[in-house]
Nanobody
Framework: VQLVESGGGLVRTGGSLRLSCVAS????????MRWFRQAPAKVRELVAH????????NYADSVKGRFTISRDNAKNTVYLQMNSLKPEDTAMYYC???????????WGQGTQVTVSS
């Protein structure tokens, strides 16, 4: 099982980034997918969630209207489009997979997002 994130980097305030997470080793279409983030000395927080079909999404209040989560089940990939980035969005971003039924839960290694002011 692997979750491989990419797309992080350094961007200025107001800029955009698109994160990708490619999954392998499990049946992607039977898993909820989520993006979490963790800033230094802070707890890991849920940023966005998408259902297995992609029909339902949820976002943390801090990113609503700026971030969009989506998925392509044919490509086993989940995305996080991040617009209007702020310095407080600076964190390591992690991809997470949670099976619809059961306890299977997987994490990626993370991709760093840094927003300069």
């Amino acid at each position: 099982v692997q979750l491989v994130e990419s797309g992080g980097g350094l961007v200025r305030t107001g800029g955009s980034l698109r994160l990708s997470c490619v999954a392998s080793g499990f049946t992607f279409s039977t898993y909820f997918m989520r993006w979490f983030r963790q800033a230094p000395a802070k707890v890991r927080e849920l940023v966005a969630h998408i259902s297995n079909t992609g029909e339902n999404t949820n976002y943390a209040d801090s990113v609503k209207g700026r971030f969009t989560i989506s998925r392509d089940n044919a490509k086993n990939t989940v995305y996080l489009q991040m617009n209007s980035l702020k310095p407080e969005d600076t964190a390591m971003y992690y991809c997470n997979a949670q099976r619809l039924w059961g306890n299977n839960n997987y994490w990626g290694q993370g991709t760093q997002v840094t927003v300069s002011s």
